[in-house]
């Protein structure tokens, strides 16, 4: 069965520091794998976007990994701002299917 | 701004009783999505429309049903909502399919969804 997992389900850091948030799949084959951020009560935004071949992404603070061959991917959050409190989400989009999320908390 | 409209952001019915979510989009994409989205978990996938070409999720029940008479708008329709189907419903679009390329998905804030 195609699975989408990311760890840990809830994070809380301090404001500044950095982050590392993970998501492994099954889903096979796939295209493109993407990370969203939710904020409470809004629709999910897209962060990045990566193809099977590209390894990374960054999207100023935010910087997406990507290993075909483990089938893992990695959203790393630098210098965190308390507006960075959100649920990061993972979707591997050739099934459409969401990762459950990680809910990650930033305080002052 | 081009954007991703729902209406109404908030919308209450009663149990049994017909109700209807309605997005627009001015993006003049293809793809328009429907998913349901319980407290804590990841929004699931409930259909799709590719331009008049409407795609059902297998597991979606039948007493959710989906219009899209133009390319702007696409409808939930719930024909007798339960309890369980209390929820975010967000729409979101792509100018093409998401798979095969990088075509960005575009979220609509969502209706949050009570059923009495």
């Known amino acids: 069965k195609n699975q989408v997992e990311q760890s840990p389900q809830s994070l809380i850091i301090l404001e500044g520091k950095n982050c590392t948030l993970q998501c492994n799949y099954t889903v096979s084959p796939f295209s493109n794998l993407r990370w969203y951020k939710q904020d409470t009560g809004r629709g999910p935004v897209s962060l990045t976007i990566?193809?099977?071949?590209?390894n990374t992404k960054s999207n100023g603070r935010y910087t997406a990994t990507l290993d075909a061959d483990t089938k893992q991917s990695s959203l790393h959050i630098t210098a965190s701002q308390l507006s960075d409190s959100a649920s990061y989400i993972c979707?591997?989009?050739?099934?459409?299917?969401f990762g459950a999320g990680t809910r990650l908390t930033v305080k002052p | 701004d081009a954007m991703v409209i729902q209406n109404p952001r908030y919308q209450v019915t009663q149990f049994g009783k017909p109700v209807t979510l309605s997005c627009s989009q001015t993006?003049?994409?293809?793809?328009m999505y429907w998913y349901q989205q319980k407290s804590s978990q990841a929004p699931k996938l409930l259909f799709h429309?590719?331009?008049?070409?409407?795609?059902n999720e297998a597991d979606t029940p039948d007493n959710f049903q989906s219009r899209r008479p133009n390319t702007s708008f696409c409808f939930l329709d719930i024909r007798s909502p339960g309890l369980g189907d209390a929820a975010m419903y967000l729409c979101?679009?792509?100018?093409?399919?998401?798979?095969?390329?990088?075509?960005?998905?575009?979220f609509g804030p969502g209706t949050r969804l009570t059923v009495l």
């Open positions: 979101a679009t792509s100018r093409d399919r998401l798979a095969g390329g990088d075509n960005e998905q575009f």
């Open positions: 979707v591997v989009s050739d099934d459409m299917r």
């Open positions: 993006l003049n994409h293809n793809v």
């Open positions: 990566m193809t099977f071949s590209e």
């Open positions: 429309y590719y331009d008049k070409d409407f795609n």
